[in-house]
Nanobody, 117 residues
Framework: QVQLVESGGGLVQPGGSLRLSCAAS????????MGWYRQAPGKQRELVAV???????NYAAFIKGRFNISRDNAKDTVSLQMDSLKPEDTAVYYC???????????WGQGTQVTVSS
């Protein structure tokens, strides 16, 4: 079982920045994908960015030039630095982990990001 604990959400003005962090604890039993998704009100959950188990980065087009994801494999953490935030970035951001062994998917509890003046 894996637990994901997120931190760093909040309210920010357009153009501002926030940093989200996620720490995994428990047993992943080998390589895993880890990263972030988000869900805006009335919309489906969508990919923000994830690092795959072999180190590749999958990301949505909307993050280019604004968001940066980083991962610390030794600490089982992943962070998302979000700059130049826009109102349309308002959503609940979820940490995501998927294990290669067993194919299990875990989600964090979600952290609210609100971009508003």
């Amino acid at each position: 079982q894996v637990q994901l604990v997120e931190s760093g959400g909040g309210l920010v003005q357009p153009g501002g920045s926030l940093r989200l962090s996620c720490a995994a604890s428990g047993s992943t039993y080998g390589p895993y994908t880890m990263g972030w998704y988000r869900q805006a009100p009335g919309k489906q959950r969508e990919l923000v960015a994830v690092f795959t188990a072999d180190g590749n980065l999958n990301y949505a087009a909307f993050i280019k030039g604004r968001f940066n994801i980083s991962r610390d494999n030794a600490k089982d953490t992943v962070s998302l630095q979000m700059d130049s935030l826009k109102p349309e970035d308002t959503a609940v951001y979820y940490c995501h982990l998927h294990t290669n062994v067993g194919g299990r998917t875990y989600w964090g509890q979600g952290t609210q990001v609100t971009v508003s003046s």
